[in-house]
């Protein structure tokens, strides 16, 4: 990656001024600027699509009705799972902004962004060890939402770097390799998880991959990606910093907003479909938890491989057709894929629509960072693309606790398995709600 000025070109950790003109990246340095994705994907899809379940289906052996009243609620594991990771959501959505417009502001030689990196990545480590050795669901929830915490200190100021460094004619190519190494990082997560975890049900050492990943990761972005140096603050204030990291202008930015209304219900299918689909294999078609383990995987791996293959050609036809146009195309096509899946009547079928699912979220993230990097304000990048964490970390804390309750009434205390059928059904609708709310966004770039 070049270096704006001699001088800081020869330091052992590179810095640019913040003025310093952004020059073009090769694809090497795109793929050191993009490595801690493959990390973030490797750890958090298998950790939240099969680790997370499994680990709760240990601890909550059976389901138990809780009377509030007249009401009779029935709390099963898919309730318990969707309090975890809801619990832990939350920290996404108020942390990562914050952290985000503090390192837009943060005075420090090495540059703005690398120690929250830093201090991110030392976390993680240590909170993902931590959910490895747990012994209760109580414990596990707790370690999981320190260890959000952590991450997502890394993810704000690195989610920065994008407009730090990319000049705005590459921004697209860069988004699609953030795409290409979030579809890597996963389908290696699974690949590897699924390896140690369903053969050997050695779920420990599954768990203990995750930091070494991130350790590795986050060490290339700390010493592989120069980061910005800034001289002097935009605003003096860290306190209202911090509170302007969870508010944007509407009115200026009202493009933006759109688009993350849209980003949120979109996110909200995939999230909702890869948390409880563990679930929704082993007890509708009566499979051991091995079992599950396994069928899930290749179902979750199956969609993961053609986003894939569509993230890396989408994002050539977003250039000739729109950016919007290919985020509508994968509404359209999403919300085909979970209809379909209302009425799969084997394992077989579930993985043929599960393909669609994939192609949907290919598409989408072919053009997903492109599309919000031309809608913010380049000086406050680190706070705006922490803001749009928040439609990604509340896709999770609005679907789960939605989906999770539902699916467990209509099961009725194990009884039935229609709730995950009403469960797709509750996905096609968001999947329309994203299209509907993207109607009003322009594609225009914003300096």
Known sequence: MASAS???????????HETAVRERISWRGMLVLSAF?????????????TIIPVLVGDFITHATTV?????????????????????????????????GALS????AAIGRRRPFIAIGVVGDVIFLTLIAFATSYWMLLVAYAFFQMASNTAQGPYQGMLPDQVPANQRAEASGYYGMMNMVGTIFGFVVVGAILIPTHHIRLAILTLPVVVAVAGALVFFGVPDRRITHRTDPSVARSVFLSFAIDTRRYRDFAWLMVSRLFFLMAPVGVSTFALNYIRFT???TKEQASLYSSILLAMVVVFAAIMSMTAGFLAQRYGKKRMVAAACIIGAVGSTLLIFAPSLMWILIFGV??????????SVDWAFMTDLIPKAEAGRYMGVSNIATASAGLIARPILGPIIDAFNNNRTSTVGYRVMFGIVTLFYAVAFVTLRPVREIKVD
């Open 67 to 99: 009377h509030i009243g007249p009401l009779a609620l029935h709390l099963d594991i898919n309730t318990y799972v969707a309090i975890l990771d809801t619990f832990g959501a939350a920290f996404a959505i108020v942390w990562q902004p914050a952290i």
């Open 6 to 16: 001699a001088p800081a070109g020869r330091r052992f950790l590179k810095t640019l």
């Open 104 to 107: 837009d502001n943060h005075l």
């Open 285 to 287: 078609f009566n499979y």
């Open 356 to 365: 669609i699912l994939g192609i949907s979220l290919g598409v989408f993230l």
């Open 37 to 49: 994705w493959f990390a973030i994907a490797y750890v958090m899809q298998p950790l939240g699509s």
